[in-house]
């Protein structure tokens, strides 16, 4: 029962955050944004909702590692696999500078995110801890990067209103109701994920932790594998690599941020490994972005072997 109580909750999760985006894309094409800021922001932020219920109400019911193990796993399957399998089938091209000022970006909060986790080494506290404070500086991050894409946005929309001029006027009602019955999906799901996903680790003798970088990490993160493929299939890598970037830089400042802010995240020693290997992906995502300006099929075998690898890794160290 706890099987299918955990594959249910994995259907409305992806189910649900395909009609929020599906729903709130059509309403930003509306309001005039461009394609590279909807996979920046709606359609990052839709695809990332399944990672920030499942972190949150895992922080509510003070499952720490899932709520870390699954914003630094989701992390590490979308730098590798989801960006590898996606320029596998259609090399990414990264034309726009917006996009490389994103990775930095998304750099910075990883950075960010060791440092403020290592109280053991920073502080010689007896463990580590994400907490409330450390929420709120998250959280403030997080706000100066929406700053940041509002205005490229509010610079962008007269040139893009010109463009969509011709574009039918879509219908709000219809819209309104997919982004908001997906977002009731998503919540739903995502408790669900949570309750049968620690009971599973606890009858395998699975950390949460494990628990968290694994089976929650990729079942949230198939929203943004599923995009941005489909996504690259359409010609459309800004909305792919878009989706991507975004998506990191929304799990570590407002996921994280959110759910230490409702209860401080105890953190798991083992996980300093998991973020620096995330920092180190990051590192390697931006030198393939600026490479020919363009993430190729060999850049994507690479990196999809690269997550091969990193869960044969994480499995035997459990």
Do not use: C
Not at 232 to 249: D, P, R
Request: negative net charge; glycine residues 8%.
């Amino acid at each position: 029962m706890t099987y299918l109580l955990l594959i249910i909750g994995f259907a409305l999760l992806i189910k649900g955050a395909d009609f929020f985006v599906d729903g709130a894309s059509k309403i930003a094409q509306a309001l005039h944004v461009s394609p590279l800021l909807i996979g920046l922001t709606i359609v990052a932020f839709g695809t990332s909702s399944p990672e920030a219920t499942v972190s949150i109400v895992a922080a509510l019911e003070e499952n720490a590692g899932v709520a870390i193990g699954n914003v630094v796993g989701s992390n590490i399957f979308n730098i590798t696999f989801v960006v590898g399998l996606t320029a596998l089938l259609s090399p990414l091209k990264v034309e726009s500078e917006t996009i490389r000022k994103e990775i930095p970006f998304t750099l910075l909060a990883s950075t960010s995110l060791l440092i403020l986790i290592s109280d053991i080494s920073l502080q010689s506290l007896s463990s580590n801890f994400i907490t409330r404070g450390d929420g709120f500086i998250f959280l403030l991050f997080f706000a100066i990067f929406l700053y940041y894409i509002f205005e490229v946005a509010r610079h962008s929309r007269d040139r893009i209103k010109q463009e969509s001029a011709a574009v039918e006027e879509p219908s709000w009602g219809k819209n309104i109701l997919f982004t908001l019955g997906g977002l009731a999906a998503i919540i739903f799901g995502g408790d669900l994920t949570v309750n049968s996903s620690t009971k599973i680790a606890y009858s395998f003798g699975m950390s949460e932790t494990l628990v968290g970088l694994t089976i929650v990490a990729v079942g949230t993160s198939l929203p943004e594998l599923i995009t941005s493929v489909t996504a690259a299939l359409k010609k459309q890598s800004e909305i792919a690599l878009g989706n991507i970037v975004g998506s990191n830089i929304f799990n570590i400042l407002f996921v994280l941020g959110a759910a230490s802010v409702i209860s401080p995240l105890a953190v798991d020693p083992k996980i300093v490994v998991d973020v620096v290997l995330m920092i180190i992906l990051t590192i390697v995502l931006l030198i393939f972005s600026r490479s020919n300006s363009q993430i190729g099929k060999i850049e994507g075998i690479i990196l999809a072997a690269a997550y091969i690898i990193y869960m044969i890794f994480i499995i035997l160290r459990n």
